[in-house]
């Protein structure tokens, strides 16, 4: 399998930015597609964006125009650009792949990361 690791959270103002990473290893030869969702406290996990293995982009209505999703596949990393910050952005942020199934259902992502904290303030 993949192993999948998060960096980049921390804390920002509101209207701020925040660029985090998902560094994939392990059968990387495998990396298809690569989602990134949120979860706030007292809130069931979100899908936010995803990429696949051609650079096509998925956004959820929340933060499209606001969040960019890219990767670098020499790099065997996934980035989630985020401008505009809102305090409702604020939740823990997981990566996680997939090879099959639908890009916006977190069933479907059988690896994921440890998470990266993510604080917008107001």
């Known amino acids: 399998q993949v192993q999948l690791v998060e960096s980049g959270g921390g804390l920002v103002q509101a209207g701020g930015s925040l660029r985090l990473s998902c560094a994939a290893s392990?059968?990387?030869?495998?990396?298809?597609?690569v989602g990134w969702f949120r979860q706030a406290p007292g809130k069931e996990r979100e899908f936010v964006a995803a990429i696949n293995l051609v650079r096509t982009t998925f956004y959820t209505d929340s933060v499209k125009g606001r969040f960019t999703c890219s990767r670098d596949n020499a790099k065997n990393t996934v980035y989630l650009q985020m401008d505009s910050l809102k305090p409702e952005d604020t939740a823990v942020y997981y990566c996680a792949h997939r090879n099959g199934g639908a890009v916006r259902s977190p069933e479907d992502y059988p690896y994921w990361g440890q998470g990266t904290q993510v604080t917008v303030s107001s």
């Open positions: 392990g059968r990387t030869f495998s990396l298809y597609t």
